[in-house]
């Protein structure tokens, strides 16, 4: 399984996975982590982001929030949305991968400036 989440500081899980700096790539196999990559981005534009990360063998997204149109995008490119994460990159994998990291349904509503 490899797991993509967005950070800004290879840390933290960063809230805005659309104006993240890098998504780290975090590859997992029977409930550990076996290794940790970082790809950079390219410029957010609607529907970029889900099939930039299919592309690169994601299988989850974990992140705080996001738009109703992009979990149905991420959806579509087989990808599972986990919502409501926030701090640490590592402590939200663990959780995630002890199946105590459930989505928050926390939909991002409103609007950005694109």
Not at 65 to 84: H, P, S, T
């Amino acid at each position: 399984m490899r797991i993509g989440v967005p950070t800004n500081d290879r840390t933290s899980v960063e809230a805005h996975f659309g104006h993240c700096k890098e998504f780290a790539l975090i590859d997992c196999e029977e409930g550990a982590v076996k290794g940790t990559s970082y790809v950079n981005p390219p410029p957010h534009e609607p529907g970029v982001m889900p099939r930039f990360l299919a592309e690169n063998g994601a299988d989850v997204i974990l992140c705080g929030g996001m738009g109703q149109m992009a979990v149905n995008l991420f959806k579509e490119n087989n990808i599972d949305v986990i919502l409501g994460a926030t701090g640490s990159i590592d402590e939200n994998v663990a959780v995630f991968l002890s199946g105590n990291l459930e989505s928050t349904g926390s939909v991002c509503e409103h609007h950005h400036d694109h």
